[in-house]
Structure formats: C-alpha cells, structure tokens
C-alpha cells in the first residue's frame, strides 16, 4: 500500500469513526452532540493505537465555515449593544491573567513543571501559539499542547452538561430553526464561500492569530454589518464541522501512551478546574452588574477553544457574536501578553 493510501485511510477511519461517534452522541441526545461524540469516539481510538489522523487543511476548511456562521450574527440591530461589552471585556483581560497566573502556580509548585513548561501550559488560550513559544523558550511543548488539548477537551465536555443540568438547555431543540441546505440559493453560498476565503487569506497575510476562523468570521461581520447577505452556511455543514472539530481533537492524542495521557488529564484537570471555578465566579459576579444573560457569561469566559466554544454557543442559541467576540480578544490579549510577560521575567531561558 502507498503511503497516500494510507494517510487516506487515517483520515477516511477518523472521519467514520468521529461520524459513528457523533451520531451516537444524537440517538442520546446529549448537547453538542455531534462534536462531543466525535471526541470521545476518536479519543478513545486514538489512545488505543487506531491509525487515526486529519489534515490541517480539512479542519481549517470547517473552521472557515464556522467562521462565517459566526459572522452571521453580527446584525445591524447588534452595533445598538457593543459599546455595552466594555464593561465585560474588560473584566475579561482581568479574568485572564488572574486565572493564567493561579494555573501558573499550579504547575510550578505544586507540580514540579520546569519554569517554561509551566507557563505556557497555563495560559487561557492559544494552544499552536503556546506550543510554539514553549518550544522557542526551552519548554517541553509536547507536555503544553497535551495540557492545552485536554484543557479544551475537559471545558467541551463540561460546559454543555452544566447547561443540560442546570439551566434546561436542550442542544438538539435550538438548532431545528436554522437554515437548511435547500433553503440557502446557490449564489448566496457562492458568496459566502467567497467571503470565507477572502477572510482567511486577508487573516493570513496579516498575520492574525486564529487565521482561518477569525479571518473568515470578520469578513462574514463586515458583509452581514453592512447588508450585503442576511443568509448563513446551512446547518448540514455546522454538523460536519463539529463532527471534522471533535474527530481533530480526539486525533491530537494518537500515538500518546495510555498513562501519559492519563498523568496529563489528571494534571489538566486541576488546571482546568481553577478556570472554570473562576469563569463561574466572573459570570455570577458580572451578572449583578450588566444585563447579559448568564448563559453568555459562562460561554464568554469559558476558556476552550475558540470554535469549540463557538459551536457550543451556536448549539445553544447564546447569542454566538457577545461570545465569539470575547473568545477572539482573550486570544488576541493571551498570544500578544504572554510572551511578553515572560520574557520581561525570565528572559528566553526556562
């Protein structure tokens, strides 16, 4: 066999898997479920040995429609509301330091991470962008992007459960508004695909962390600002990409040891548990003061990844602009502060 078949074969054995897996999730009706029953599926396979694998190129394609869908929300009824989250964001960058520096100490002394490692592994955000560094400041960046994977991992499948339980959101019900295949005319996915493309490339060449969905999902704002489109990518293709999203996931632990993997979830987990404690504690507390719903709160602060996040929002029906734009600044203010702050520290060594 040719090594093109086989990479074809990896990716067409995620992709039934993850597909299996998702569709599980929807005979359970869990929330999320096509993405959560893709990560679990392909995360499972993935431990166990199964030659599993995605194209970057595929995931940054479904992460460019969620882009656009995300997009899609920015109305112009929305500009009325905007100059409102500026009391949120703010907190926002507040939240995000404060967190990041408790997960720091977290790992460095009570763990024993090496300074570097340490660091980076606990910031809120930017899993390529904190790999990266780490490995440029000597850390170990295969242990930051477990963490950073398995934070994402623990906060997908955390979040839409505390809806299920607390707040009586039905993931399955929210969705059956939204536009189908049949009902989006040709031309007019002509011109979102042309919108996503142009997005990601303008993204690309400037440099904008998160490329191929914040590119995308400001281009789609701007046409959907200004009038130009009211339609959305159908949600046929918001299914796939969550399923093409959690497969992704679940992928990043193939050729991960079983107990490497379970020393880092235990690891991840008290990290993860310091943020989503303060993500709770931001959310109840700005809730007294501004007029958002508390569901957007915990959706805005939460911090997973940002489609991940975003397609939860989506699922959820919690007004998916106020969330993926906070996701977008915490990202933007974490990749630009973080380097910064360690290098002003410690320098480039670990």
């Known amino acids: 066999m040719t090594a093109d078949a086989r990479a074809w074969g990896r990716i067409a054995l995620a992709l039934a898997i993850g597909s299996v897996g998702g569709y599980v999730g929807h005979l359970l009706d869990l929330p999320l479920a096509w993405m959560i029953g893709a990560l679990v599926f392909v ?18 394609f479904m992460i460019a429609v969620l882009g656009v869908m995300l997009g899609s929300a920015f109305t112009p009824e929305l500009l009325d509301r905007i100059g409102q989250w500026g009391i949120t964001l703010s907190i926002l960058f507040v939240y995000s330091a404060a967190v990041g520096a408790l997960a720091f100490v977290f790992f460095r002394a009570y763990l024993r991470y090496d300074r570097s490692t340490a660091f980076f592994a606990a910031m809120p955000g930017g899993l390529a962008e904190m790999t990266t560094f780490a490995h440029d400041s000597g850390g170990d960046d295969r242990v930051v992007a477990l963490v950073h994977t398995v934070r994402v991992m623990l906060i997908v499948l955390t979040i839409p459960f505390w809806f299920r339980m607390l707040e ?6 929210r969705t059956v508004d939204d536009m189908g295949i049949m009902d989006v005319p040709l031309a007019e996915m ?18 904008i962390p998160g490329t191929y969905i914040i590119g995308p999902m400001l281009a ?13 990518p159908p949600m046929e293709l918001i299914v796939v990409a969550q399923v093409v999203v959690g497969s992704a996931l679940g992928c990043r632990f193939a050729g991960t040891s079983v107990s490497k993997v379970f020393r880092t979830l235990l690891h991840a987990t008290g990290a993860t548990g310091i943020m989503i ?13 501004v007029d958002t719903p508390l ?25 998916a602009a106020f969330v993926s734009t906070h996701h977008v600044l915490r990202i933007l203010f974490v990749v630009v502060v973080a ?4 290098r002003l520290a410690w320098g480039k060594g670990r």
Do not use: K, N
């Open 43 to 60: 995360t499972v396979a993935s431990v166990a040995g199964a030659p599993v694998s995605l194209p970057p190129r595929l995931r940054a």
């Open 168 to 173: 009586g959101y039905d993931a399955a019900r």
């Open 190 to 207: 002509a011109f979102l695909a042309a919108i996503g493309y142009g997005g990601a490339l303008a993204a690309r060449l400037l440099r």
């Open 220 to 232: 789609s704002a701007i046409a959907h600002l200004l009038g130009w489109t009211t339609f959305r």
């Open 277 to 289: 404690a303060g993500t709770v504690t931001a959310a109840f507390t700005l809730h007294q003061f």
């Open 295 to 319: 569901a957007a709160l915990v959706l805005a602060f939460a911090p997973g990844g940002l489609a991940e996040m975003s397609l939860v929002a989506l699922a959820l029906a919690t007004d």
């Open 339 to 342: 380097p910064f702050c360690y």
